[in-house]
């Protein structure tokens, strides 16, 4: 039984006079076994024995099992509760598709070697060195301009560039098995490849970041990306090991290694499109919002993410009716000297999280950012935007809004301004009109929308949008007053 030990307060002699009358239970049903478990942030130390100050027995459940080392080595700590529930899908495919581009790097490595001179006693070392430290060169020019003009989309886009910068890398490995046939182009060749490589690396690093984070659910976004690269180079190897057979074997044999690269790249692009396809994201980009929005206004409903990440394009490509331009300047916004003279008078007092202008003969939305927006008044201006975009695009009020009871918005009058700016004949004074109307609705509705978006399980403070860096502020006598613009 359990022995309870005191302590006298003036010797240290045990007094156990008092506990003989008590049917303890029998230790090992009395104390909790307190077993190893998988926690990504803990800090506990398990161990196999007893504590002496308390006598406490802790029982560690031991992993023995290969199939357990396994998982430890190359999956997440706490997997799957501690990752997305499309992580494995994702990995297997994204596993299929790097050994597929390790044969094919592998085969393009022995052709640029070759063409690079290796093996030729006509060719000098000199020759060689310059043109891969050109190649080089060419490929970090090309990694700073594509940063530069295309890294705010990544985040927004990622599972289409992610796909996008593997197609790249196909084409890099073509050109290198491509450049060993024209020997008076292969410089040229080679620093087109370095380029597109380069291009690939921004955006394959870019948007597996974007995926990692998706990916983890417990704040263990490095322990993801590590095991990732973990399961990477494990591919990698193996893909070595096979290529260190397969390479001597068809060096000779140009048809044998253009048959393998078809074979190998056709594997590897439909490993990522199904890997791509597979992620089922619950932020909001661009394309998302637009086809949740839609479903909603036409009564369906918010669907959730596994209904509406399928509806998104995988190849990079603008859906909407009218193209919305966020964060633009004050000069996209005001179409004239009057109007923004108009504007000002009628803001002046007031300091608006953001104003948005339509323009239907480029089929355009503009969205100017006050400084002081968030996330939710990001949404609200696109909200604006898409209702805008239903009612010209189907000349039609949508019947969730009208059965709110929005009867004062003027639906007829709405459906003639809509008419209009779909034929191309608005004026930039009924454009307004329009704009305003659907204010009305927006402030009227979008709470109904963002609370059953909520529950369909998105997660309203991931926008993923291509924003534009243009802010503005209201300064009336150097005072700025607040209010909401809905």
Known sequence: GLVLKMASSSTSEIDTDWYGEFDWPKRENFLPKIEEEDMTNSSTNHF??????????????????????????????????????DYMVYQIWDTIQAFCSSITGTLATHAVLKGAGVGDSSATPLAATITWMLKDGAGMIGRILFAWFKGSELDANAKQWRLVADMLNDVAIFMDLLAPLFPHLFLMIMCISSVTRAVVGVAGGATRAAITE???????????????????????????????????AVADKPVVVWFLFVVFTVLHLLANYIAVTSVVMNSLNRNRFHYLTEAFLKGQ???????????????????????????????????????????????????????????????????????????????????????????????????????????????????????????????PEEENSLVQMVGVLVFNH?????????????????????????RYSWETDGIQLENDFY
Not at 224 to 238: C, H, M
Not at 398 to 407: A, H, K, N, Q, W
């Open 301 to 427: 409903g918010a669907l959730p993410p596994k209904k509406i990440n399928p509806m998104e394009p995988i190849i990079p490509k603008n859906v909407d009716y009218l193209t919305a331009e966020i964060g633009v300047s004050a000069k996209d916004i005001f179409f004239s000297k009057q109007h923004f003279l108009s504007e000002f008078q009628s803001f002046k007092h007031i300091k608006t999280k953001g104003m948005l202008r339509l323009d239907c003969k480029a089929r355009k939305v503009y969205i100017a950012l006050s400084r002081m927006h968030d996330q939710v008044d990001l949404l609200k201006f696109l909200y604006h935007k898409e209702i805008i975009e239903y009612v010209i695009r189907y000349r039609s009020v949508p019947e969730v809004i009208l059965s709110e009871g929005i009867g004062k918005a003027q639906p007829k009058r709405m459906i003639e301004l809509a008419t209009a700016c779909y034929n191309g004949l608005a004026t």
């Open 48 to 85: 196999d024995g007893e504590d002496e100050s308390s006598n406490l027995k802790v029982v560690s459940k031991k992993k023995t099992s290969r199939m357990d080392i396994l998982k430890d080595v190359f999956l997440p700590r706490g997997y799957p509760q501690s990752v997305s529930s």
């Open 446 to 470: 979008y709470h109904h929308f963002s609370n059953a978006v909520l529950i369909a399980g998105w997660d309203i403070r991931k926008c993923q949008m291509v924003i534009r860096g243009w």
């Open 214 to 248: 998706h990916q983890a659910l417990k704040n263990n976004m490095a322990d993801v990306s590590a095991k990732d690269g973990s399961q990477e180079t494990l591919v990698n190897f193996i893909a070595l090991l096979v290529g260190l057979v397969l390479t001597p």
